[in-house]
């Protein structure tokens, strides 16, 4: 990272307790990234100028150190969006994505991206962590697999890997192995391997191992490392979301509204594609990677980001469903009862986009 931005530190001790609490030792493996942004241009105020955030300071946490998964907050912060809500600075909190919900109870997190069917199984164990806002509405699956690696049945008896044990990633590998022909509960074994994408497309490449879920930007990665991809789909699901314990949510809504009012700027922002090299060019300068796959893969990256943080009904019960199938909910659920459009339609109705108001 760029020596401006490059303020990494673990987690404080009372960090550390608040979002380890339930865990073990494990849990302080977080680090933090961004504590010293440059101050934020001046911003214009707005109509709800007078209501201004409660927390001054904004942690929000991400399983990701991507660029895609940290430029909407990264812009909000630069383009003085966020201090317009009154939200003075802010942290991104890279952390393993099975820590997220722990470190929201914790406190050590205030809001967070997150799988949203992780969050309809809390909600459904008893924890109201929320839902607020979509990230990505649409998911592309693919699978690709090392050199060697001809067919689904070449895969048989190897080790292959979705991130996190029983995580969306993983159960949508199995749903790809199974279109492919295969048995993905005995044929092949899962295993955990961590830092997204990047982290799993890289253990590919060394042999770790032999195939993965992975993302549209890391194809031409495989290909160039003599691997192939068996599946390549894109399936329109709200995949991932930004979501709120309900603790800090009641004591914070002015906040929360902010965050997804600076949010929604940004979308509109970064989807407008004449500003690729811009935002390439930012994202550097706030020490993001951008290797040439990262820059192939543009369009693609952003084409299954929301465009608005809305989804559609059918979309979301579809989702549960396939969670239900895939085992990562226990029963099917109400999606009223992990989602809270509060927020995010009251920062519409502030930005004056009456029409993308969710009234359902």
């Known amino acids: 990272m760029s020596a401006r931005h490059n303020n990494r530190r673990g987690l404080s001790r009372r960090e550390f307790l608040g979002l380890s609490a339930g865990l073990g030792a494990g849990a302080g493996s977080a680090w933090l990234l961004g504590a010293c942004a440059p101050a934020a241009p001046a911003a214009t105020p707005t109509a709800a100028a007078n209501l201004m955030a409660e927390t001054k300071h904004l942690i929000n946490g991400t399983y990701n150190p991507n660029w895609a998964n940290n430029v909407l907050v990264e812009l909000a912060d630069a383009q003085g969006w966020f201090k317009e809500e009154g939200i003075e600075s802010r942290e991104i909190v890279i952390i393993d994505q099975g820590q997220i919900i722990p470190a929201l109870i914790g406190g050590s997190l205030m809001t967070a991206q997150q799988d949203t069917d992780a969050i309809a199984a ?67 074994e899962w295993v955990p391997v ?36 068996l599946y390549n789909e894109r399936e329109s699901v709200p995949q991932d979301c930004y979501c709120a314990h309900r603790s800090w949510l009641d004591k914070n809504e002015r906040t929360a509204i902010g965050f997804i009012k600076a949010t929604f700027k940004a979308r509109e922002y970064v ?11 930012f994202m550097k300068s706030r020490g993001y990677e951008f290797p040439e796959a990262f820059v192939l893969g543009y369009e693609d990256l952003l084409a299954i980001m929301s465009p608005t943080g809305t989804f559609t009904v059918d979309t979301m019960v ?37 029409d993308l108001v969710m009234n359902v």
């Open 318 to 354: 579809k989702l549960i469903q396939d969670a239900v199938k895939a085992g990562t909910l226990e029963k099917e659920v109400d999606w009223h009862t992990f989602v809270d459009l509060k927020y995010q339609n009251q920062a519409f109705k502030e930005l004056g986009r009456d």
């Open 194 to 229: 961590g830092g997204g994408s990047d982290g799993r497309v890289q253990g590919v490449i060394g042999g770790v191992i032999a195939g993965t879920v992975m993302q549209d930007r890391h194809m031409k990665l495989i290909e160039d490392a003599g691997g192939k991809i």
């Open 271 to 281: 989807l407008d594609l004449s500003r690729k090299d811009e935002i390439i060019e």
């Open 122 to 188: 809390a909600n459904l164990a008893g924890e109201p962590v929320f839902f607020i806002s979509t990230y990505r509405d649409k998911e592309p699956w693919i699978f690709g697999v090392a050199k060697g690696i001809n067919s689904a049945e070449d895969l048989k008896g190897k080790q292959v890997s979705g991130g996190q044990l029983g995580s969306r990633n993983e159960n949508n590998g199995k749903e790809m192995l199974r279109r492919l022909g295969l048995d993905p509960e005995k044929d092949v």
